[in-house]
Each structure stands twice: as C-alpha cells, then as structure tokens.
C-alpha cells in the first residue's frame, strides 16, 4: 500500500540500553537480535534504532564520527547487515537515525573540509541546548564554530552544496543497504539565518529553527534520494506549529512523511527551559492534541509519542507510577493511540517502566543533566532542588537499561551496566509481557486494532468534554462508523455519561462501570 506508514507503529531502541550480549555493560546488535521475537510478538511494524554509528559518545552517538561505520561497542558492520536481515524475515522495517545537523568534532571532515561547517569572527550570545556558549574558539582559525549542542558537536553548513551532496550519498548508501527510512535528527534546525544576531535571553531558535531554505534543502534531499525509496521519514521538529508541520509533510510538498512536535512535551514547564517545572493542566493537553489533530488531518501527517530517549518516563510523568501503575500506563497507551497519526513506542513503555531516582549525581550520565547540575550547583540553587528537577525530567530516566527479567541487572547485562538499572526490575520486567492483563498484551491490541481497523488510521476527530479538568474523551468518525474514547486521568472516580455502542477495548473489566469512570480508567466504545 501507498503510506504504508500510516497503519504502521514504530517502536524505538535505544541501543545502548536496550540488551547487552556480551557483558560489557552497553547494549549492543546482537542483543537486539536476541530480542526480535519479542518485539515481532507485539506486532509493531518499524524499528527505529537510534544511533549506531562510530562516536566518541559526548551524546551517546547523536555525535557521529564516521557514517559509514558500526560504533565499536554495539559490533560490526556484518552484524548490522544481520540485524537488517533478520528484521525483514520477520516483515519488520529498520529505520536508522539520521544525524545531519551535526557532527561529531572527531570526524574526518572538521579537519578535513571546513567549510562544511559555520564560522564567525564574533560569537552571538546564543546558549547551547547543553548550556554554555554555542560558539567555541579555535585558535588555528582565529575564529568561532558554531554547535547548537555540545561543543564536540560542531553544526554543519548546508549552504554548501558539496556538504550537501557528500550527505546524500551517505544516506543513499544506506538506503541501498536495505534500511526503510530515517528519523532525521533536529532536521528543522538545518538552515541557520545567515544573518545571526545576538538573542534576548540568549534564545537563537528564531534564526535557526525553520530557518529560510529548510524547505529548498528538504526538497532538495526529497528529489534526490528520498523519493527513490519506498521508505518513512520522521524529522524532529522542536519549535514547530501545525502550519509548519503542513508544509513538512503534504504530500504535495516532497519533503518528509512527517515530523515530532515538541509542543504537548513542554506543557509541564513553566517557561522556555525545561528544569522549569510545572504540573501538566489537563486540559491545555487537550487543546493542544486537538490543534494538532485538526491541523494535520487531510493536509499532512501526525506522529503519537509519549515518550522516546530525551523524555522521562510518560507514566511517572502523566500518569500514576505508585498506586495505578498499570491502570494508567494503558490508560495513556488508549488516549494516544486512538488519535490520527503514527504511534511511537520507546522500549520499556510498553512495560510501564518508570523514572528512576539515583541520590547522587555521579551516577547520572547524560551530558545535559550533568552539565544542567553543574551550572545550576555554581548559581546557587541546592543540590536538592535541582535532583527534583532531574527525576522530573533528565533524559537518564527514559535511558535506563531495559528490564528483562528479575535477574540482577534485569537481566540487560551480565556485566555493570553503563547506566545503573532502575531497582525496580524486580517488579516492573519483561517476563510479565505473557500475562493477558500486562501492558504489554494492551499494546500488543491496539497495535492490532489500528492494523485492522481503517477509522483509525482516516476518521476525523472530535474533542468532548472540552472544560472536564480530568477527562480526556474524544470521538473518531469515518463513514458510518464511529468510536469514542474515554480517559480519566485521576486517581479519583468520575462520573459522565458514557455511550451506546459495544466496548471495544478498556483497562478495567467490561460492565463494571458504566456511567462511572474508574481511576485512570479507559474505555473505548464502536459503533457501526
Ligand atoms: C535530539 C536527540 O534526540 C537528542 O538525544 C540529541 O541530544 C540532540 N538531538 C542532539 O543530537
């Protein structure tokens, strides 16, 4: 089918934490490839491998060196190819993370081929997504790189064509390869406003997010290589609207089958930083999935995401980690995945794995929490203060290991894992995942659902109950067919009046609760 995608979920590994085959401590290929049944079973269509390229891991691979090249540490080319192999003798599709804002400052070309990257005499005052400065000085040059992340990051320059085509020849190389698509990494970011200038606050997203030839590059890269594959693309998109994400995704346009907003990610923050912690008001969630699900709806294409590797834990986050674990973690699971789009699931949510809590901070890994501690320790704020930041939101919760088994470590490793595991996995692992009341087996229905019923994929949505500060409801029609979903985000009962038609899916048992929501109930009615 044309848009195969589009009935399609995809489910994301973060390598490095996903299953380790060899007892070093750090996920690897071949542990992925001891884990393919597992996720066959759940009936997800695409795997999304984030990166496994050669790094010096500053960002834990989102720092790339050689393109070309399997990351020591999860194996070797030929290991790869057997990974591509063996997920297409299962009807699975690989997605691989493409990379190219940035490189890593160890490869060839920053030596090699400096003008594929940005300079200035003069620095802007614009702070990096991992603190600090985005510019750093080099003395050979005498002058300033610009890295919108860490500074072993440096940005590459699209105005320069030969950048550009060197990468489209890589990713064609893959392509050939056999790979499905890619998730294209802060891909809105390319285009920097040649004209950069010093930004209130330090904030330069304005010139360099949807920058003025995004869209020529995206076409560009779409003629190029894109359109010669039957493949999906995701670009990462943060700062983006609806209207942006239009011109991204129609058809028409030949650019990208569709792209992560960030807006229903930064509702629970209080300002433009996202330590800047606020409680999530239920109803600009609403709203916001509302806008999107209108905005998209015949004129591009949504991603569903809770959760990936730079996001906490959605259960701890939205829902209930403590008293309804597995009542909301299902619970979020149905509100999502009744919405128009692609759904997105990150390894362990399909298990409710939780956020983690280390008291010190040695034992936290990620490069924007440490560096996030560090500047906040020399400002003042205690060392209290700012762990409730980190278990709210550091990137390390969505990272720690997997959770296999109550074996020591959750079964990831037999070694010492290179993040430690939540202490949780004696109770919260994948040996739950055959029990017919799991999370797991949940996932596992909606996944099937969206397969076999069309309304998902094409009905028009309808929000209900716009002002109920608890409940999340919505219809989707689509010919004479209609559903409606029933959310209750408390952990207190609410009473509604719930509609005729036959239960479709829901998280309690059937018929125990009609004009009555239980806590973090869900409840998914059909009628014909
Ligand atoms: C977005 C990725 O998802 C994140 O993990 C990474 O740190 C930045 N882009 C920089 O590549």
Same mark, same amino acid.
């Given at each position: ?318 829902? $209930? ?41 040695? $034992?936290?890994? $990620? ?162």
């Amino acid at each position: 089918m044309a848009d195969w995608w589009k009935k399609s979920t995809v489910y994301q590994i973060y390598p490095r934490s996903f299953m380790d085959s060899n007892g070093d401590g750090i996920g690897d290929i071949r542990g992925i490839i001891q884990k393919l049944d597992y996720l066959h079973e759940l009936g997800v269509d695409i795997l999304w491998l984030s990166p496994v390229y050669d790094s010096p891991n500053d960002d834990n691979g989102y720092d790339i060196r050689d393109y070309y090249k399997i990351m020591n540490e999860f194996g070797t080319m030929a290991d790869f190819d057997e990974l591509l192999e063996k997920v297409h003798a299962r009807d699975m599709k690989l997605v691989m993370d493409l990379v190219v804002n940035h490189t890593s400052d160890e490869h060839a070309w920053f030596k090699d081929h400096p003008n594929f990257y940005i300079w200035r005499d003069q620095p802007t005052n614009w702070r990096s997504f991992f603190g600090g400065s985005t510019w750093q000085y080099q003395k050979e040059r005498n002058q300033y790189y610009l890295h919108l992340f860490s500074k072993k990051q440096p940005d590459l320059n699209w105005e320069n064509p030969e950048l550009r085509n060197a990468v489209y020849e890589m990713m064609r190389w893959w392509l050939d390869k056999g790979v499905d698509g890619f998730r294209m990494d802060v891909i809105n970011m390319i285009s920097k406003n040649p004209d950069m200038k010093d930004a209130p606050n330090g904030d330069g997203s304005s010139q360099f997010m949807n920058g003025p030839n995004v869209h020529t590059y995206l076409k560009e890269m779409n003629k190029h290589v894109l359109s010669q594959y039957n493949i999906v693309t995701v670009g990462e998109s943060p700062g983006t609207t609806p209207k942006e994400a239009r011109d991204y995704t129609a058809a028409q346009n030949q650019e990208l089958n569709m792209i992560f907003t960030f807006e229903h990610m930064d509702l629970d923050q209080a300002s433009g930083e996202k330590w800047d912690l606020k409680p999530l008001d239920l109803i600009d969630l609403k709203e916001n999935l509302e806008k999107w699900q209108h905005g998209l709806h015949n004129e591009g294409w949504n991603s569903l995401y809770w959760n990936n590797h730079d996001q906490p834990r959605i259960v701890s986050r939205f829902g $209930d980690d403590q008293d309804w674990r597995v009542e909301s973690a299902k619970m979020l699971a149905t509100c999502l995945h009744f919405m128009q789009g692609t759904p997105y699931i990150y390894q362990g949510e399909e298990l409710g794995m939780t956020n983690v809590r280390f008291d010190l901070i040695e $034992d936290y890994q $990620d490069i924007e929490t440490v560096n996030m501690y560090q500047e906040k320790r020399e400002a003042g704020v205690s060392h209290d203060d700012i762990m409730t930041k980190i278990y709210a939101k550091g990137r390390d919760n969505a990272r720690t290991p997997m959770q296999w088994s109550a074996e020591p470590n959750g079964g990831f490793t037999t070694g010492t894992p290179w993040l430690k595991v939540n202490p949780n996995y004696k109770d919260i692992n994948a040996l739950q995942h055959k029990d017919s009341d799991s999370i797991y087996q949940y996932y596992k229905k909606l996944i099937g659902l969206r397969k076999n019923m069309d309304i998902i994929t094409h009905g028009d949505f309808e929000l209900l109950h716009r002002e109920d500060p608890d409940v999340f409801a919505y219809t989707r029609t689509w010919n004479d067919e209609k559903l409606t979903v029933y959310c209750n985000f408390s952990s207190q009962p609410k009473s509604v009046t719930l509609p005729e038609g036959k239960i479709l899916i829901g998280n309690y048992a059937p018929n125990n609760s009609k004009g009555l929501l239980q806590p973090y109930e869900a409840i998914v009615y059909y009628k014909q």
